[in-house]
Structures are given as structure tokens and as C-alpha cells.
């Protein structure tokens, strides 16, 4: 089964970091593109970042460029998400999602992990 | 920048009913780019349609996706129980490699 497991979601201050990790199971990680899509708490959807197969692509939405990182290591089928200068207004579920062998959609998504901040 | 608009937020419709559920675009975007998800309380979103017309795998033949240039819809035919959700269509601009997700269509009873 084709399966992704996010991890690292915490309670974290303003201005402090966290670290999210997303295990893949159940297919080849390396050739698929990767993303991070988050959703505060009773609203939608909203993509955050991506990093292509290699992780030589990568692209943010503009409210987390400059604080959030992406990269891949794809000897451990996991991708990260480094997030700094946390703002209370980034408090959602963060999810990671695979593109579906083409770009246009996400097919695969795991569970999520809450990350809250607040003092 | 292109933002996509779901009007209305909210759809009240019944059991065995037509819904069909509208996505503008803020300029004119490739079908080929165009998808939508279905979204159950407290679940993962999943995959419905692609490319504005194709039925992911597994999806069945009563969701159904269409449109051109800025305005698409997803219809569903009949309503099933298990179809009150939220809905959500996105858009991949691949001249910038960003995403971008419509804010959504709460189908209600």
C-alpha cells in the first residue's frame, strides 16, 4: 500500500522552529514530485511547498518564503519540511502529498501532523 | 497570480440530488491543470478528478468533471450519503511550478 506518515507536529512558541518529517511506504520515492499542503484549523486547503524528484525544484507560497525549507533525502524515502520564525497564523495540519506521476494532482496523502503556535 | 473562486461556500442539497459545484478562475488556465478533491470531516483529502474530466482510479462514474478556459465544474449525479463533503479544486501553473487551491464547496444536507 502506497503510504505517507507525517511526524514532528508539536506546540511551539512564536519566532521558535520546528522540524516535520513525512515517511514513504509502498512505492519508489525518488521519482515523484513532493509537496507540503496545510489547513488551518475549520478552513481549507493551502499549498505550502514543493521539491521536484532530485531536489534541485523547489517552490513556496509566498507566506512561508524565507521561514520554511523543504528537502528530501531519498536514501530514507523521507521528506522534511524546516519551518522557522513560526507565526501563530501557522497553525494548521500539515500534510504531505505525491503528485500522481504528473504535476497536475496530488494522489497520495498522509495523515497529517498538528503544529500549533502559541505562548 | 491566478485564485480560484468556489461561490457559493455552501450547497444545501438532499440525497439522490444533482450538485453540481462551480470553480472560477481568475484568468484563463489549461483544463489539462485543473483537479478536484473531496474532503471529509476529520479525513486526508482525496483525489476526484484530473486534468478538469478524468475520474482518478477508484472514483466512481457518478462524479464527473468539466469546463475551459475559466470557469469548470464538478458534477455529481445523485447524490449518495457518503458525498456530504467539502470540495476543492486546484490549479498547477507549471510557468511558475506553484499550486493553488480554490477555498472550497461545503455540499450539505
Known amino acids: 500500500e502506497e503510504q505517507l506518515v507525517e511526524s514532528g507536529g508539536d506546540l511551539v512558541q512564536p519566532g521558535g522552529s520546528l522540524r516535520l518529517s513525512c515517511a514513504a511506504s509502498?512505492?519508489?520515492?525518488?521519482?515523484?514530485?513532493m509537496h507540503w499542503v496545510r489547513q488551518a484549523p475549520g478552513k481549507g486547503l493551502v499549498w505550502v511547498a514543493h521539491i521536484n524528484s532530485d531536489g534541485t525544484t523547489i517552490r513556496y507560497a509566498d507566506s512561508v518564503k524565507g521561514r520554511f525549507t523543504i528537502s528530501r533525502d531519498n536514501a530514507k524515502n523521507t521528506l522534511y519540511l524546516q519551518m522557522n520564525s513560526l507565526r501563530a497564523e501557522d497553525t494548521a495540519v500539515y500534510y504531505c502529498?505525491?503528485?500522481?506521476?504528473?504535476?497536475?494532482?496530488?494522489?497520495?496523502w498522509g495523515q497529517g501532523t498538528m503544529v500549533t503556535v502559541s505562548s | 497570480e491566478i485564485v480560484l473562486t468556489q461561490s457559493p461556500g455552501t450547497l444545501a442539497l438532499s440525497p439522490g440530488e444533482r450538485a453540481t459545484v462551480p470553480c472560477r478562475a481568475s484568468?484563463?488556465?489549461?483544463?489539462?491543470?485543473l483537479a478536484w478533491y473531496q474532503q471529509k470531516p476529520a479525513q486526508t483529502p482525496t483525489l476526484l478528478i484530473y486534468?478538469?474530466?478524468n475520474r482518478a482510479s477508484g472514483i466512481p462514474d457518478r462524479f464527473s468533471g468539466s469546463g475551459s478556459g475559466t470557469d469548470f465544474t464538478l458534477t455529481i449525479s445523485r447524490l449518495e450519503p457518503e458525498d456530504f463533503a467539502v470540495y476543492y479544486c486546484?490549479?498547477?501553473?507549471?510557468?511558475?511550478?506553484?499550486?493553488?487551491f480554490g477555498q472550497g464547496t461545503k455540499v450539505e444536507v
Open positions: 502529498a505525491r503528485d500522481r506521476g504528473f504535476p497536475d494532482a496530488f494522489n497520495i
Open positions: 509502498g512505492f519508489l520515492f525518488g521519482p515523484f514530485w
Open positions: 486546484q490549479h498547477y501553473d507549471p510557468s511558475s511550478r506553484t499550486w493553488t
Open positions: 484568468q484563463s488556465v489549461s483544463s489539462s491543470y
Open positions: 486534468g478538469a474530466s
